[in-house]
């Protein structure tokens, strides 16, 4: 890769700038790290950017480069720091008996507010608390019903409309890992914070009802997708 003069720079030579490894089999560049570096200053300070390979020259000429690569750069920092991929589903994990949600916590949903309110396919939030099996299962159910409030309640305050949120408890049901172990409960102490995209928005949906204590000892059965 070399640098070379335009016609409206008469008098000037050019120069090496670095050698570029290529694939024989299907032909490319390796265009990472010093390489883009250098070929972005070269064409920034108005030089011609030539691949040569034998008698093979590829120019890239500095016209209107500059004010190109600005706008790519405003529009790099506009973009959010995290995708859909990233923030789809997170888990929130509690200690025993905690219910507030802690700094970690915070920041996670943040994350989760912000994508939300600049992507517009969002059509919901779903929030479940789930607990392990220590205790009554009305403590439990309780437990599971207060942290997942504080998700909610926490979202809407980042801005997130509260016809988006839905929030879901289910105390010791629907454990993810043994609740023998230490360790095992640590995995079912938590809330899960799923969004749906370009779906059913939340209010059009069946209602998912979570444990009522008023009816029978049975827990709801838990619908196809929640908490996968």
């Known amino acids: 890769m070399v640098a070379r003069p335009g016609s409206w720079r008469p008098g000037e030579s050019g120069h090496y700038i670095l050698d570029l490894p290529t694939k024989r089999q299907r032909p490319s560049i390796d265009t990472q790290g010093d390489v883009v570096q250098n070929a972005v200053n070269t064409l920034l300070e108005g030089w ?14 500095p016209a209107r480069f500059p004010p190109a690569y600005r706008d790519w750069v405003a529009c ?26 802690t700094e970690e916590h915070r920041a996670t949903l943040r994350e989760i507010a912000d994508y939300m309110k600049q992507d517009r396919a969002i059509t919901g939030v779903f929030i479940d608390g789930h607990t392990d099996d220590e205790g009554g299962y009305l ?4 437990a599971s019903r207060l942290r997942a409030e504080q998700v909610g309640r926490f979202m809407e305050s980042e801005g997130i409309d509260p016809e988006k949120v839905v929030i879901r408890f289910h105390g010791e049901y ?3 890992a043994s609740n023998v172990t230490p360790v095992g409960r640590a995995a079912n102490r938590r809330v899960t914070v799923r969004m749906e995209r370009n779906g059913i928005p939340p209010n059009q949906r069946a209602e998912v009802v979570a444990y009522d204590r008023r009816v029978d000892n ?3 059965r838990l619908p196809a997708g929640v908490d996968d």
């Open 76 to 101: 790099l920092g506009e973009l959010l720091p995290v995708n859909f991929a990233d923030v789809e589903r997170n888990i929130l994990y509690f200690e025993k008996g905690q219910n507030r949600l």
């Open 218 to 220: 049975a827990p709801p």
């Open 139 to 142: 403590e439990n159910e309780d």
């Open 48 to 61: 011609q950017l030539v691949v040569v390979d034998g008698d093979i020259e590829v120019r890239l000429q």
């Open 174 to 176: 629907y454990p993810v």
